[in-house]
């Protein structure tokens, strides 16, 4: 699959040549804090499949904790990535980035515990209450 995603303000653009795995929902609190919605989600790739076409140097990384940095657009506050330094060859990016999301389907939910109460889902998935293996 090739494609193309980017943040609000248009300042990071991104595409890559992969077929994305490990697509899913995560419910986690950090993740509802950095987003202020009650879900987000994400899919894996390559590292060396993601090429930044612009912005790079708009990207501000926060490391929510030791497992995980989030990158982010400097100027509409966009999220992009997750960049875990326990996956040097991979690299995470949040669908609602993409330029066509619905080409990337999500197939499970994660910290499904810590979802909000009045989230209701219904689309059948597998939920897990904490984290998953990839
Ligand atoms: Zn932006
Ligand atoms: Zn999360």
């Known amino acids: 699959m090739i494609a193309e995603g980017g943040c609000l303000c248009g300042a990071v653009r991104y595409r890559f040549d ?17 987003s202020g919605s009650p879900v987000i989600a994400a899919c894996t790739l390559p590292r060396d499949r993601l090429q930044m076409l612009q912005g790079e140097d708009a990207l501000v990384r926060y490391p929510s904790s030791p497992a995980v940095t989030r990158l982010f657009c400097g100027t509409c506050g966009g999220h992009l990535f997750f960049d875990i330094p326990d996956e040097p060859d991979t690299i ?43």
């Open 18 to 34: 992969a077929e994305p795995t490990n697509i899913g929902y995560c419910h986690c609190s950090m993740c509802r804090k950095a």
């Open 92 to 134: 995470d990016i949040w669908l609602g980035s993409l330029d066509e999301p619905d080409r990337v389907v999500p197939t499970f939910h994660i910290y499904a515990a810590d979802a909000v109460a009045w989230h209701r889902i219904d689309d059948g998935l597998p939920r897990y209450p904490a984290g998953r293996a990839k």
